[in-house]
């Protein structure tokens, strides 16, 4: 959605990591990708594991109104509780430092996101596969230190439950909560099985962790940007075939839906 905020600060917050190289590349991009537009005074990101920290973030920042967007797949522990501590702001709209701060949505529950993991999942089939004869798995984290961290997965498989694609199946699964991804030999009997991590980058879940838990690797290797996996698709396990999918935070389509958050909290939210 077209907006126009010249006088406004965007600020995405991620992750990040100590261990993966990859993992604030998504928020990095779709930062530049939006920042080339104009439509903010300027665009900023901060991270949980890496710097510019969420505290560090604010000397950085010259505008004095400022829109926090998590580039977060769900709602839940991080962007209900440990995001607002850090960055010292509560509720959707507040003052911190003589700066009016706006915080929205996170990227994961924005309804642009079902139409991103069909397509995702569509694009790495081979010509020909019948989407009738498949499972896609759309896979998640998974907690239990908060559960609304779930809904934004189970949402979605709903959505595209009802979306009239002809996918054979749409199910949810989880690295540490079941059904677990682990599991997914058994969570379906589909001769072809189609995996889309919803995690916002190519780091140490979707590259290192769970394709040892699908057995496409026996332990984890190195991070997205030394290896070709997504490039080696099909594999074939056991008689079936497993299609496996970048993690959906990198479609270039997130910056467009970062921008629409910020439309949608004017909408709602904005006091």
């Known amino acids: 959605m077209p907006i126009s905020k010249p006088d406004s600060a965007l600020l ?28 903010f005074g300027s665009v900023h990101c901060a991270f949980w594991k890496e710097e510019p920290s ?12 400022v829109y926090i967007v998590p580039n977060f797949i769900s709602e839940g522990y991080f962007t209900r509780e440990v995001l607002p501590r850090e960055l010292e702001i509560e509720g959707h709209n507040c003052e911190r430092k003589g700066k009016q701060i706006h915080y929205c949505d996170p990227v994961g529950i924005h309804s642009k996101m079902t139409d991103l993991l069909i397509k995702r999942a569509k694009e790495i089939l081979d010509p020909g596969v019948e989407l009738s004869a498949t499972t896609l798995i759309i896979v998640g984290h998974g907690t ?21 694609e002809p996918f054979g199946d749409v199910i ?8 677990f991804i682990a599991d997914w030999k058994t969570l379906t009997d589909s001769p072809i099985v ?18 040892v838990l699908l057995g496409i690797e026996s332990e984890p290797t190195e991070a997205a940007s030394q290896r070709d996996i997504f490039r080696q698709n099909p594999y ?10 970048s993690a959906i935070g990198t479609d270039p389509s997130l910056a467009e839906v970062i921008v629409d958050q910020v439309a949608y909290f004017d909408e709602h939210y904005r006091s």
Do not use: C
Not at 172 to 179: F, S, V, W
């Open 144 to 164: 239990n230190l908060n559960k609304k961290s779930v809904e934004a997965i189970k949402d979605q498989v709903a959505a595209i439950k009802e979306s009239g």
């Open 54 to 65: 969420f505290r560090q973030i604010w000397p950085m920042i010259e505008e004095d109104e």
């Open 236 to 245: 074939a396990i056991e008689g079936r075939t497993l299609y496996y999918s």
């Open 194 to 211: 189609i995996v889309v991590p919803f995690f916002i980058a190519d780091a140490l879940h979707s590259y290192q962790d769970i394709p």
């Open 12 to 39: 995405i917050l991620g992750h990040g990591s100590t261990e993966n190289p990859d993992s604030s590349h998504p928020s990095w991009e779709h930062a530049d990708k939006i920042a080339a537009t104009g439509q």
């Open 172 to 179: 949810d699964a989880y690295m540490e909560e079941a059904p």
